[in-house]
């Protein structure tokens, strides 16, 4: 059988297929601790899960508008001074969102411009618009802005920024968001900001979007997530604040894609606005907790930069690995021998490293440090 070229050239998600396989490893009866899969521990609230059921008995069970339920679009464009309900598309979970984006915004040969290491799909959803990935490695995590900036060509339509980063946990300095802002205007470019873990930063880091930075609202795209934030990964409900005419052409796309997206999930979407910052102070709070023990224990076994955000560590683990071993090697030894599951850096763009996440509960995640520990 033949298939699309583009297909061809894409790699599935590693961390799509770790949940799978760890679920069949569980099914044959093997304890797996599970550090490969970013999903908080946190059941989703309860007043979520109320207005879920109160919309499906209400009979809220049929379509919708396309961007969104009017009062959940409304409650959103709240959050972004000067925008309105025209700047705010809803869709199916931050994922769909960025694909859209770059459907809408990429012609084949276009360019974006992508920090490595980067979370898994963003490459893939590029390649998959026709368009071509341009890698800018980090430093220390952080954003180089001399190598962005010199990474431009003729060709370059995007740069895309993850802040709070997955997989590194690094918090970008405002000052280095701003000279990434400066950039994108002087050369006339747009600016995606991934804000899917921006509830998520401890030591009392600021991480501000660059919606907020005055005049870049024209050149600027923020994706954000109720999946993280509000332990709703399986709800799929996410959204992108724009300039309106990028929202009418994403609008136009998703029309022709999913429609709109679940309008009891939407419901339950706007329950989660109404929780207040208490939901997330203690989500906060135990994160950052969990946060220093993984770091204290990683920090013994490798090289690793302590985090600011997101929930995970991204350590340099090449001491364990010798002249012939991969990260991917490591991880498998680690998930075949002691059962803990970790994801290998080559699946963010990045050799010699492992992501592991700590959103679990806390004896699981001494437990799975102290197996690695042990077959160290």
Not at 177 to 200: K, M, N, P, T
């Amino acid at each position: 059988m033949r298939f699309a070229e583009r297909i061809g050239q894409i790699n599935a998600s590693q961390t799509v297929w770790f949940t799978a396989l760890i679920q069949k490893l569980k099914q044959e009866g093997r304890e797996i601790i599970n550090f490969a899969v970013g999903e908080p521990e946190y059941p989703t609230p309860g007043s979520i899960v109320a207005a879920t059921r109160d919309a499906l008995e209400q009979g809220k069970t049929r379509y919708g508008p396309v961007a969104g339920l009017a009062a959940l679009k409304s409650s959103l464009a709240g959050q972004f001074e000067g925008l309105d309900d025209s700047n705010i598309l809803v869709s199916n979970g931050s994922k769909q969102c960025l694909y859209s984006i770059f459907q809408a915004l990429c012609d084949p040969g276009d360019q974006v411009i992508i920090p490595r290491p980067y979370w898994v799909s963003f490459s893939e959803q590029v390649r998959l618009a026709g368009a071509e990935p341009v890698f800018v490695d980090t430093r220390a995590h952080q954003l180089d802005c001399e190598g962005i900036e010199k990474a431009i060509t003729g060709r370059t339509r995007i740069i895309l920024i993850n802040n709070p980063n997955n997989p590194t946990g690094a918090v970008y300095p405002q000052a280095d968001v701003e000279r990434v802002a400066g950039i994108v205007r002087q050369h006339d470019l747009l600016l995606v900001s991934d804000e899917a873990y921006a509830f998520f930063v401890y030591d009392n880091a600021t991480c501000k979007s660059p919606m907020e930075i005055d005049d870049l609202r024209e050149h600027c795209v923020v994706v954000r997530s109720f999946s993280k934030s509000y332990s709703m990964t399986g709800f799929r409900v996410g959204y992108v604040a724009a300039p309106a005419p990028v929202i009418q052409a994403l609008s136009k796309l998703q029309s022709h894609l999913t429609g709109n997206v679940c309008t009891f999930a939407q419901e339950g979407a706007l329950a989660a606005l109404d929780l207040g910052d208490s939901f997330v102070r203690t989500m906060q709070s135990d994160l950052q907790h969990k946060r220093d023990i993984a770091f204290q224990y990683a920090d013994k076994l490798f090289t690793c930069i302590k985090p600011r955000g997101a929930f995970y560590l991204f350590p340099d683990v090449s001491a364990h690995l010798g002249e012939s071993r991969t990260a991917e090697d490591l991880a498998a030894m680690l998930l075949e021998e002691v059962g803990v599951a970790v994801v290998p850096g080559e699946a963010f763009g990045m050799h010699n490293h492992i992501r592991i996440s700590y959103a679990l509960p806390e004896k699981d995640l001494i437990a799975g440090f102290e197996r690695i520990t042990e077959v160290l």
